[in-house]
């Protein structure tokens, strides 16, 4: 016979409000998304409308801007808010006005999609049978891809992204990230164009002639593939000429960009969200005034709540209090970005004096930390959110990189880095290209300690050859 009996446990639980929920939401929305968000608030809340005087504030702002000079930065004045209050019926309303001037605003062309390679991968994600959080997790990877179809984010970040509202191990989203991996295209949200090959030979079937060989080749010697140096190819494999010219037709005749089939451009004007500018001998970031939707409630639905029966103040009560939620979860969302790009601009100061030879290293905690919130949230607000100073526009995520050792026991950024080796390639001589050795070697007596792997992971980054191509591109 079973004994019942009553127990007392005590668990924690993370719980997220719906306030917090939606300014978690909000956060990671770049600027499109984020006026596409407010519409349809609008649409749907009779309480929301828009403040017609600071929309014309910012479109006269706009147009300033529009006319100013193309090559100058001007001083910006200082971020203000006002207060709003439904307490006194002729002041329910909320804004934020930013008279920034001096910027050029012209558009730049960013690449994207309507039916693009994340769209297509999305639409078999929700066909798939994933649980419903291996569900937010393929959806995670798949809104880290870049135009090729490789993931651009580690695993540590996209875990980091999911944080805190979705705890999972690294673990978790390495099942799932090879799930994805064998979606159509087969090889997508691979790290490098070697992977993606291994990841497309692994899914044919074993009977393929060359399959196994065309394996270890992709693995270990595709480098030798790229230089078109065959015959030390046939050294290190030591495989007959039939089977090798076999293994190579295969592996030619897979795609190395997972996303090349997919157009996923067209033409998206990339406004900057911040702007940086010195003034008095400090650098300061301001918000770009369409940041601010100048929203404001209703005063015909107020006066209709104070004089409304049991049933319509309900519902207007309902929505007065997700309107009050919204304008308070923008203002938030353009406070902390303000504070986190504030921050970054402050560590990143010799980059914007002397230019990427003088980047940082950088990592989402150093900016959690000053700033005081979670790496999560550092993580959406520096997504598809972009910064305009006087060395050009950039999106917040690039002023994050890894980190080199130096001789001295300090650590250099990997974007400085690559800026010493571009300068040290520009003036290579033409009749003796510099083997990467030999830029490791000239690396280490500037005191920065970088294998000569490394230093072809930077080069390829750059899209600059091995110095054999490069000797054959000067002849």
């Not at 046939?234 to 089977?243: D, I, M, N, S, V």
Request: aromatic residues 6%; hydrophobic residues 35%.
């Amino acid at each position: 016979m079973v004994n019942q009996s009553l127990q007392i446990k005590l668990t924690q639980k993370l719980a997220l409000s719906p306030q917090l929920q939606q300014a978690i939401r909000l956060l990671q929305l770049n600027r499109i998304e984020l006026r596409e968000y407010i519409q349809d608030a609008l649409d749907a809340n009779p309480l929301l409308e828009r403040d017609e005087s600071d929309a014309a504030q910012t479109e006269e702002s706009s147009d300033t801007q529009q006319e100013s000079s193309d090559n100058e930065y001007e001083s910006a004045d200082d971020y203000e808010a006002s207060e709003w209050d439904v307490s006194s019926p002729g002041d329910e309303q909320w804004g934020e006005s930013n008279a920034y001037e001096g910027f050029n605003l012209e558009p730049q062309i960013a690449d994207t999609s309507s039916d693009s390679l994340r769209e297509h991968l999305l639409w078999q994600i929700n066909l798939a049978h994933f649980s419903p959080v291996d569900l937010q997790i393929a959806t995670a990877i798949v809104y880290e891809l870049d135009d090729d179809g490789f993931l651009s984010d580690t695993i540590q970040d996209i875990r980091a992204s999911l944080a805190p509202e979705l705890l999972v191990a690294e673990d978790e989203i390495l099942a799932v990230l090879h799930r994805v991996q064998r979606m159509e295209p087969v090889g997508v949200a691979t790290r490098d164009a070697a992977e993606c090959i291994v990841v497309q030979l692994s899914s044919m079937p074993g009977d393929t002639p060359g399959r196994e060989l065309a394996l270890r080749i992709a693995r270990d010697f595709l480098e030798l593939v790229a230089r078109h140096d065959f015959d030390e190819l046939r050294k290190r494999t030591g495989a007959k000429e039939e089977l090798l010219s076999q293994a190579l037709d295969l592996i030619q005749s897979l795609e190395p960009r997972p996303g090349a089939r997919y157009d996923n451009r067209r033409d998206e004007y990339l406004v900057p969200d911040v702007y940086v500018t010195k003034i008095e001998g400090k650098w300061g970031v301001t918000l770009n005034p369409e940041n601010e939707p100048g929203l404001r409630l209703n005063k015909y639905y107020i006066d209709l709540l104070r004089k409304s029966g049991s049933k319509e103040a309900e519902y207007l009560k309902g929505r007065l209090q997700e309107a009050r939620w919204l304008m308070s979860s923008i203002e938030m969302r353009n406070r902390t970005l303000l504070m986190i790009s504030q921050s970054i601009v402050e560590m990143q100061e010799d980059f914007l004096e002397q230019g990427e030879i003088a980047m940082k290293p950088l990592v989402l905690r150093d900016i959690a930390d000053a700033v005081g919130v979670h790496e999560s949230t550092v993580s959406r607000a520096t997504t598809r959110k972009y910064m305009l100073t006087p060395r050009g526009i950039f999106e917040l995520k690039y002023f994050f990189s890894s980190h080199v050792r130096t001789d001295t026991g300090g650590t250099v950024s990997a974007t400085a880095v690559k800026a010493r080796l571009e300068v040290l390639l520009r003036n290579e001589p033409r009749d003796k290209p510099l083997s990467d050795q030999d830029l490791s070697e000239l690396l280490r007596r500037t005191g920065i300690r970088a294998a000569r792997r490394t230093v072809a992971k930077y080069r390829e980054s750059l899209g600059i050859g091995s110095s054999s191509e490069r000797r054959r591109l000067y002849k």
